[in-house]
């Protein structure tokens, strides 16, 4: 399952620092980041069932930084 969140993460460097950290900790992630786009996506897919989302925003608040569930777009009708 894949999981994208609009974030804050601004710079390459902090992107790979909290991308490791989260691959780290959530053991079965594989994290990656657009920080070009406008929302600064990071997209999370696990390995082992679902993403925990919740807990991913905490970790990355507890980081210093923000992270938002973003919106399916296609399942608005």
Same mark, same amino acid.
């Given at each position: 399952?894949?999981?994208?969140?609009?974030?804050? !993460? +601004?710079?390459?460097?902090? /992107?790979?620092?909290?991308?490791?950290?989260?691959?780290?900790?959530?053991? @079965?992630?594989?994290?990656?980041?657009?920080?070009?786009?406008?929302?600064?996506?990071?997209? !999370? +897919?696990?390995?082992?069932? /679902?993403?925990?989302?919740?807990?991913?925003?905490?970790?990355?608040?507890? @980081?210093?930084?923000?992270?938002?569930?973003?919106?399916?777009?296609?399942?608005?009708?």
């Amino acid at each position: 399952m894949v999981e994208v969140f609009k974030t804050n !993460i +601004r710079t390459r460097a902090q /992107a790979l620092a909290i991308g490791n950290f989260l691959q780290d900790s959530f053991g @079965l992630y594989v994290v990656n980041f657009d920080i070009d786009d406008c929302d600064h996506i990071m997209r !999370i +897919r696990s390995l082992s069932g /679902a993403v925990d989302s919740d807990r991913v925003c905490r970790v990355v608040l507890a @980081l210093g930084f923000e992270a938002n569930v973003l919106a399916d777009e296609s399942a608005v009708a």
